[in-house]
Nanobody, 125 residues
């Protein structure tokens, strides 16, 4: 399974970006997907997750500003990021849950077995 993320870049505070992540597998629609991020000098943290059947969960720090979605026909998961802040600066990774048809959304990295290469988001003040 390969996850190819794109859409990162440099944006001013208050701006928006949309990240995309395309998966190479045909069973994409049966797995929960998510996004993590890692800022310089900080630990990797959960950002958002979306269940295979719909429904999503967000970190408190991005709730109300970020939206995760998926297009199963395109094997792609998205992260729409609005009202960006300098503290959102990080490398963003898309991930796939290791459990098929899992009913919950995990916020711990150990539950995700495939990771994209990361895309850098830089928010200037």
């Amino acid at each position: 399974v390969q996850l190819q993320a794109c859409g990162g870049g440099l944006v001013q505070a208050g701006g928006s970006l949309r990240l995309s992540c395309a998966a190479s597998e045909r069973t994409f629609s049966s797995y929960n997907m998510g996004w993590f991020r890692q800022a310089p000098g900080k630990e990797r943290e959960f950002v958002a997750g979306i269940r295979w059947s719909g429904g999503s969960t967000y970190a408190d720090s991005v709730k109300g500003r970020f939206t995760i979605s998926r297009d199963n026909a395109k094997n792609t998961v998205y992260l729409q990021m609005n009202s960006l802040k300098p503290e959102d600066t990080a490398v963003y990774y898309c991930v796939r849950d290791k459990r098929r048809y899992y009913g919950g959304i995990s916020t711990t990295s150990l539950e995700y077995d495939y990771w994209g290469q990361g895309t850098l988001v830089t928010v200037s003040s």
